[in-house]
Every structure is written in structure tokens, then in C-alpha cells.
């Protein structure tokens, strides 16, 4: 069933960068007026203003925004001392942005129609695709928003931080749903590349399926009983040598699209990918550490463009082994 998409934000992005999204529980947590800051629980919000500072904890910027009429409800309303808190609502208003370490690597432009809206990509390693938690405005959609003068520009689907490769956006809001409705349908044929070790008794072609779960706030994707969730074939296209070791170089071909999937079938089999600091085992990296990029690249996108019926094919420049910077 497609995802209802969420109206349109009533601030425009700025500095390619959309603002933040804060919804309003139905419970919220209690706090007295006058006092929310504290929040020791003697009764609920009456402003938008209260529940932000609680949230924020920063009273200062909070003031700050509203002053500046950055602040706004759902429907448009700016939000004044005055206006009432409300259950289930949402709140918008630009983040401050924290201290990144910027990311190694360039966005190639592999192809731009303005016709259709479609853009595609070569994502580096080490690169989200969109903003989330400490990765802001390093990631692919501020970087190329401001480097392209897109303000509306949006993802059509997702790769992993660590992964390289192409990657499809949207220029124009209304170029985005017919391209995502693709994706959701099956639409959108992906080929990857990633170096492992060899096993001389992995009998390839293989077809890995079952279901893969990734929960909230842990780092590992898991496989559990129930209904499978994730496919994916796995060859053998080849071998390489790098870093004096003989590696294989599989050609991984998902009819899925579960997060990390790729990852956990290829560390499922006994040959985990190059580079990975999750599967089998977690280990620290610390956040400024480009030196071991995952070897696992995003080769080819096939499709038939639903816009303007054209076959398209997409391929990325990049070639493993991928070379730290």
C-alpha cells in the first residue's frame, strides 16, 4: 500500500536544507505553565512555545525563531506566545546545525532530464542520502540542493551512508510520486558490485531469501523466523587482488530493497563485505575515519521511466576496490 505523502512544509528549505518537522503528541508529556523548562508534571502544555523549549531545552532559540516568524503550524500559522499547543498537530522550524566532518568524495551528475524532473547520481562512500541524527549538511540531498540550486530536490530511494553508487532523486516535487510509485512496484531493477573473501565450498549462483529486520536503536540488522522480506541472487562475477589479498567480486542482484539486506545475506553466507564495520562483527570507527570504505557499490539502475516511457539504464562510474581519500 503507497505511503500517504505528508503536505507540503509551510517554511521553504534553506540553504538546501528543509525545516525541521516536530509533531505534537496526543499525551504530551506534562509540564506547568510557566514553568516548562522543568517540567515537574503538574499539568499539560498550553503553547506550541512550551512544548518547543521543553523539548529543546533551549529557550533562547526557541524565542529566537518565533521573533522571526520562523515558526509555523502545518497549515501555515505562525506561531506567537500565544498560540495553543495542539494534540497531534506538527510544528516546523529551522535546526541549528551541529559541527560535521566533511566527507571525502564528489557527486558526479550521471543524468539530468528537466523534462521529467529525474536526476541521477554517484554517490561516494561515507555520504547519506538524506539528513539524519549528527549527518546534516553532509549528505547527498544539502549538498546537491545547494550545489545545483534545487530547494525541492528529494530522494526516490535510499542507499546506505557507507554505500557508493548511483542514486535517483526528483528535482520538482510533483516529478517525485510517479517515480517512487515505481520504486514501490518493483519497478526498478538494481545491480551491485561488493568484494569479499572466497569460499571454495559457496556453491554460486545462490539465491539468498528470508526476512530481515532492522529495529530501532540497534546498529545490526537481525534475520528472524517468519515471512521472508528480503531476496537476493548472489554470483560470482570475478576475482580481484587488493590489499595483497585474493578477493571475490560478486554481482548481487536484489529484488528487495530491506535495510543493510545486501550486507546480511553476503555476511549470512561467510563472506562478509570489505570494509564492513557492522557485519558479522561491530566495530568502532571513529566519526573523521575514511580510511576503509565498505566495498560495496550501487553499479547499475534499470527502469522504464514512468514518465516519459523511455528504458533507461544508469551506470555507475565508479569501479571497485573503492580507494580511501
Known amino acids: 500500500m503507497p505511503r500517504r505523502p505528508r503536505p507540503q512544509p509551510p517554511l521553504p528549505p534553506r540553504d538546501g536544507l528543509g525545516a525541521a518537522r516536530v509533531r505534537m503528541p496526543h499525551t504530551p508529556p506534562e509540564c506547568p505553565p510557566g514553568h516548562p523548562a522543568d517540567c515537574p508534571g503538574r499539568g499539560p502544555f498550553a503553547t506550541v512555545v512550551d512544548f518547543l523549549v521543553h523539548l529543546t531545552g533551549d529557550a533562547d532559540a526557541v524565542w529566537r525563531r518565533v ?6 503550524l502545518t497549515d501555515g500559522t505562525r506561531v ?5 499547543y495542539r494534540p497531534g498537530g506538527a510544528a516546523y522550524l529551522y535546526r541549528d546545525l551541529p559541527e560535521e566532518v566533511p566527507v571525502p568524495g564528489e557527486l558526479t551528475v550521471l543524468l539530468r532530464d528537466d523534462g521529467t524532473g529525474l536526476l541521477a547520481v ?8 538524506t539528513p539524519r541524527g549528527s549527518h546534516v549538511a553532509e549528505t547527498v540531498l544539502v549538498r546537491l540542493r545547494r550545489q545545483l540550486d534545487l530547494p525541492d530536490l528529494a530522494p526516490v530511494h535510499r542507499l546506505d551512508r557507507l554505500t557508493s553508487g548511483v542514486l535517483l532523486l526528483a528535482m520538482r516535487p ?3 510520486a510517479p517515480y517512487q510509485r515505481m520504486v514501490q512496484a518493483g519497478g526498478l531493477t538494481k545491480t551491485y558490485e561488493a568484494l569479499a573473501p572466497l569460499r571454495a565450498d559457496l556453491l554460486l549462483p545462490v539465491t539468498v531469501r528470508n526476512r530481515v529486520v532492522k529495529r530501532r536503536g540497534r546498529l545490526q540488522a537481525q534475520v528472524e523466523d517468519g515471512e521472508p522480506n528480503a531476496v ?16 571475490g567480486r560478486y554481482r548481487l542482484t536484489p529484488t528487495t530493497g530491506q535495510t543493510h539486506q545486501l550486507r546480511v545475506h553476503l555476511a549470512g553466507l561467510g563472506v562478509p563485505i570489505v570494509g564492513d564495520p557492522l557485519y558479522p562483527q561491530v566495530r568502532d570507527v571513529a566519526p573523521g575515519d575514511f580510511s576503509s570504505p565498505l566495498q560495496l557499490l550501487a553499479h547499475a539502475l534499470r527502469f522504464t521511466d514512468p ?3 523511455e ?6 562510474r565508479r569501479e571497485l576496490p573503492i580507494k580511501p581519500r
Request: net charge neutral.
Open 67 to 72: 521573533r522571526a516568524g520562523e515558526v509555523r
Open 122 to 129: 554517484d554517490k561516494p562512500p561515507f555520504l547519506a542520502t
Open 174 to 176: 510533483e516529478a517525485r
Open 307 to 309: 514518465v516519459s516511457g
Open 232 to 247: 537476493t541472487r548472489v554470483e560470482l562475477a570475478g576475482m580481484e587482488q587488493a590489499d595483497g589479498r585474493r578477493l
Open 311 to 316: 528504458d533507461r539504464q544508469v551506470v555507475s
Open 80 to 84: 506567537d506566545a500565544g498560540t495553543a
